[in-house]
């Protein structure tokens, strides 16, 4: 299966530079990256759910704006939510009429805009699946009260930090590589860091790293800093703003050391046509780890959830 690469012009003037298989006109599956990854890492998800033995959906892996050659805004309220769920909205109309995605996957803050999306526009999602993505209602919940959840996000602050994505730069971008490492990455983890893979990395990187710290910096949902902010100054949206009417299957790696299980407490709240599967001895880079073990979740929770 051949993965396709283009950059899809957008009619509000953002373009996103893709990575597609499978027929156009097909059901549409569209997956989402998180930090600091990018669209390749979709790849054999994208091969898999082409293949008409699976599926044969046409899906399509953007790279969000501000990652790899997508367009990049410096300014940091350009990386609100509302706007990268325009975005993958705009991006659905532009591969199928009235923009209706079939399966929406998402990962870490690919996550985050997969929760958004299946909130504000219900009508043009078929079933959503998030992968190691905290839920705002129970993420903010944590923020304000799990000082373990705390601590482990505790990074977000200094991503959000004046510079940091030169910081991350330095030293052929050991500070991103550690991320991996940290969690298994290497040789005598997954072993999947390999140099070919470090290379696609350094490729992405090296297009800048505002856009990705953007993120960060545009979102309120951070743990406090002792003698500045305190759990006061983390917003609760209010319920209609955290509902997910859509058939959700979450995937959550139980060693992810930025994630914890907590986050899965009490989502059904919010969430009523939910299925969790825990995937232990994995990590927050389980895609890397298990590409075909969580295609293979995917299809099954799709021929379930019809």
Known sequence: MTIETFERALPHGITLSCRAAGEAGRPLMVFLHGFPEAAFIWDPLLEWF????HGGFRCVAPNLRGFERSSSPKEVEA???????????????????GGRIDTLVAHDWGGAFGWAFANALP????????????????????LKHNPAQQK????????????????????????LFAMF???????????????PVKQRYRDVWSQGLTGACNLYRVTPMKPPVPGRTS?????????????????TLVLWALDDAALLPGLLDGLEQWVPALEVQKIPGATHWVIHEQPEGIAARIEAFQKKAQ
Do not use: C
């Open 231 to 247: 759990a006061d100054d983390i917003p609760t949206l209010p319920d209609e703003r955290l509902r997910v009417q859509a058939p």
């Open 181 to 195: 490492t940290m969690m298994k990455a290497g040789p005598d983890g997954f072993g999947w860091l390999t140099e």
């Open 123 to 142: 009508q043009q999602l078929g079933r959503l699946v998030i992968i190691n993505s905290p839920h705002p209602g129970t993420f903010t919940r944590e």
């Open 79 to 97: 990386y609100r939510p509302h706007l990268l769920v325009q975005d993958v909205a705009e991006l659905a109309k532009s591969e199928t009429a």
């Open 152 to 175: 482990a996000s505790a990074y977000m602050n200094w991503l959000a930090a004046p510079g940091s994505e030169a910081v991350l730069a330095e030293n052929d971008h050991a500070r």
């Open 50 to 53: 082409a293949d008409p033995a």
